[in-house]
């Protein structure tokens, strides 16, 4: 007996929305009650490689063409739609499969991911989606109509790599009432200058409901050096945030000081999640003054803070006196992580290990877990 295809409906649907839709449409060959289970699939992914340079044009109608064909064959409620698009110049040919998804009103999330050379410049088509629950943008220009006024059933958006205004990116945020993860990712200067303008408050005012925050680094002008312009806590509190994911310098101290004044504007915290990042050329070595002295934070209060994870650990700066700060600060703690980078000495790891356990410092919960373990090179 073919148990598989027993199964009801529903789980065989679940089942091929794990798969490549590639392998999804070729089950058709391993059993004809599964041919056609891949229409109703409520998710299609699409991959687009590189074109061959010979016959680009031919491939670029053949893709168009192939994708159309899918959505003509598919015929339940499409809820899901992702596309990965390499190192290829097809923009001409996705805008109106984004048409296509904003008259068909189903669609809950769009997933658009392109690597490399220029970013696509998304339609005003895709404005319309109204229906949209999660959107994630990779290598995007985000420049919407005058008229538009953000996506109103938004619960997560990832802006990574875009191009995007302070305008824009405000007027997204204060128009999604219900959003509650969001993620920003700049790894190229050239994707945030236009963001420069936008002052830390003003960013942090748009995001008091978010319960998710992922922030990359990004560069603030309007903080002086010694972080007298940072307030020690944001004029709106961000009550809902229970997770905070960030990359941070410890050599930069004004992003200390926004590390801290997040921290301190966040009550109801759960996990606090660093990546570590060292430009030792742009940043230097510098000295901080009482910066994580534990009397010049005595009103800090992590009481719902269960988890504390750091990657790319290298001790330097004030990594290790932000780590006891934390552990003093935080009654619930359940666990520790610190993930060492992969340069960092075997003698230098026993100093820490020995630092955090042995050594008599204040903690403020005595159950919680310390864990040190490295990085694998690449």
């Known amino acids: 007996?073919?148990?598989?295809?027993?199964?009801?409906?529903?789980?065989?649907?679940?089942?091929?929305?794990?798969?490549?839709?590639?392998?999804?449409?070729?089950?058709?060959?391993?059993s004809r009650k599964w041919r056609y289970c891949w229409t109703s699939m409520p998710k299609l992914t699409f991959t687009v490689l590189n074109l061959s340079s010979d016959s680009k044009e031919v491939n670029k109608h053949k893709l168009l063409k192939d994708i159309f064909h899918v959505f003509i064959l598919h015929?339940?409620?499409?809820?899901?739609?992702?596309?990965?698009?390499?190192?290829?110049?097809?923009?001409?040919?996705?805008?109106?499969?984004?048409?296509?998804?904003?008259?068909?009103?189903?669609i809950k999330k769009f997933k658009f991911v392109k690597i490399l050379n220029d970013c696509y410049k998304l339609p005003?088509?895709?404005?319309?989606?109204?229906?949209?629950?999660?959107?994630?943008?990779?290598g995007c220009v985000v420049n919407p109509p005058l008229i538009f006024n953000g996506f109103s059933m938004l619960r997560s958006l990832c802006f990574s790599s875009c191009i995007i205004t302070?305008?824009?990116?405000?007027?997204?945020?204060?128009?999604?009432?219900?959003?509650?993860?969001?993620?920003?990712?700049?790894?190229?200067v050239t994707h945030?200058?236009?963001?420069?303008?936008?002052?830390?408050?003003?960013?942090?005012?748009?995001?008091?409901?978010?319960?998710?925050?992922?922030?990359?680094?990004?560069?603030?002008?309007?903080?002086?050096?010694?972080?007298?312009?940072?307030?020690h806590k944001l004029p709106t509190p961000l009550v809902y945030l229970r997770v905070l994911v960030l990359d941070v310098c410890f050599l930069q101290e004004d992003e200390i000081y926004c590390l801290l004044c997040l921290i301190n504007s966040?009550?109801?915290?759960?996990?606090?999640?660093?990546?570590?990042?060292?430009?030792?050329?742009?940043?230097g070595e510098q000295n901080f003054n009482k910066l994580f002295d534990l009397e010049d934070h005595s009103n800090l209060n992590l009481d719902h803070l269960k988890e504390l994870e750091i990657t790319s650990f290298y001790n330097v700066g004030y990594e290790m006196e932000f780590v006891?700060?934390?552990?003093?600060?935080?009654?619930?703690?359940?666990?520790?992580?610190?993930?060492?980078?992969?340069?960092?000495?075997?003698?230098?790891e026993i100093k820490m290990f020995q630092d955090l356990v042995r050594l008599p410092f204040p903690r403020a919960s005595p159950t919680a877990n310390f864990i040190i373990e490295r990085i694998p090179f690449n």
């Open 1 to 30: 007996m073919d148990r598989i295809s027993t199964l009801p409906q529903g789980i065989i649907e679940k089942i091929l929305t794990l798969m490549p839709l590639q392998d999804a449409v070729k089950t058709s060959i391993l």
């Open 75 to 106: 015929t339940g409620p499409l809820l899901e739609f992702c596309i990965y698009i390499n190192n290829t110049e097809i923009a001409n040919e996705i805008d109106p499969i984004i048409l296509h998804l904003s008259r068909t009103k189903n």
């Open 124 to 138: 005003l088509s895709f404005f319309s989606l109204q229906g949209l629950e999660h959107l994630d943008l990779t």
């Open 166 to 188: 302070v305008e824009v990116l405000l007027q997204f945020l204060t128009h999604c009432p219900l959003l509650e993860e969001f993620t920003l990712v700049l790894y190229d």
């Open 192 to 231: 945030y200058i236009e963001l420069q303008q936008c002052t830390f408050v003003e960013l942090f005012k748009c995001l008091s409901s978010v319960q998710v925050l992922k922030l990359s680094r990004f560069c603030i002008e309007d903080f002086d050096a010694d972080g007298s312009c940072m307030p």
């Open 266 to 283: 966040s009550p109801n915290l759960e996990k606090i999640n660093l990546e570590m990042c060292w430009d030792h050329d742009e940043c």
């Open 324 to 348: 006891k700060l934390i552990i003093a600060k935080s009654p619930v703690l359940k666990l520790a992580q610190i993930k060492l980078n992969p340069n960092v000495f075997v003698d230098e």
